[in-house]
Antibody, heavy 119, light 110 residues
Framework: QLQLQESGPGLVKPSETLSLTCTVS??????????WGWIRQAPGKGLECIGN???????YYSPSLRGRVSMSVDTSTNQFSLTLASVTAADTAVYFC???????????WGQGTLVTVSS | QSVLTQPPSVSAAPGQKVTISCSGS????????VSWYQQVPGTAAKLLIY???RRPSGVPDRFSASKSGTSATLGITGLQTGDEADYYC???????????FGGGTKLTVL
């Protein structure tokens, strides 16, 4: 049974960098069939895809966040990570990590972690 | 701002049928697979439909979906109070090389 678990600070100051890690268990991150993604949901709002990363390091990011977002993958620890620079209150959200099938759907999600941007 | 347009809310009585639409363009729905997700507030989303019409194992056949041109539709029959949730469509947008979710539809079972 695949499991994904987000971890990282729950509070980040404005203008600083948000960093989260997703630990994958019950399956290898080094698979040709899946990307690994980050999705967020601001309070009371809908789902927003931040981007996905392949185990080789190939990435694609949301157009609205390009320039501030970066993702990386560590196959030795079965983890992938998200960094989002220059955060503002608008980046306050629950951040989910998820597995993204290459045929374009998210089939397994972490429980999500709330990140609040506040001084 | 979502490029996939969904109605903000739909409602129906228990036992009835409801449909949720998702409207896009040739760069997303028109030329890529659509998937659908169910999210109970405060929890992670759950995959309901993938590759336009296919149901993962464990999803009841009360849930179905279709796609025509640049639009897709999710249908739920035999509504139950447990179906109350937010529903999202999603598709790849080839014009910006990014994945997109619809704005979400809140289902109320009256």
């Amino acid at each position: 049974q695949l499991q994904l678990q987000e971890s990282g600070p729950g509070l980040v100051k404005p203008s600083e960098t948000l960093s989260l890690t997703c630990t994958v268990s019950g399956g290898s991150i080094s698979t040709n069939f899946y990307y690994w993604g980050w999705i967020r949901q601001a309070p009371g709002k809908g789902l927003e895809c931040i981007g996905n990363i392949f185990y080789s390091g190939a990435t694609y990011y949301s157009p609205s966040l390009r320039g501030r977002v970066s993702m990386s993958v560590d196959t030795s620890t079965n983890q992938f990570s998200l960094t989002l620079a220059s955060v503002t209150a608008a980046d306050t959200a629950v951040y989910f990590c998820a597995r993204h099938h290459k045929n374009s759907f998210y089939d397994s999600w972490g429980q999500g972690t709330l990140v609040t941007v506040s001084s | 701002q979502s490029v996939l347009t969904q109605p903000p809310s739909v409602s129906a009585a228990p036992g009835q049928k409801v449909t949720i639409s998702c409207s896009g363009s040739s760069s997303d729905i028109g030329n890529n697979y659509v998937s659908w997700y169910q999210q109970v507030p405060g929890t992670a989303a759950k995959l309901l439909i993938y590759e336009n019409t296919r149901r993962p194992s464990g999803v009841p056949d009360r849930f179905s979906a279709s796609k025509s041109g640049t639009s897709a539709t999710l249908g739920i029959t035999g509504l139950q109070t447990g179906d109350e949730a937010d529903y999202y469509c999603g598709a790849w947008d080839s014009s910006v090389s990014a994945w997109m979710f619809g704005g979400g539809t809140k289902l109320t079972v009256l």
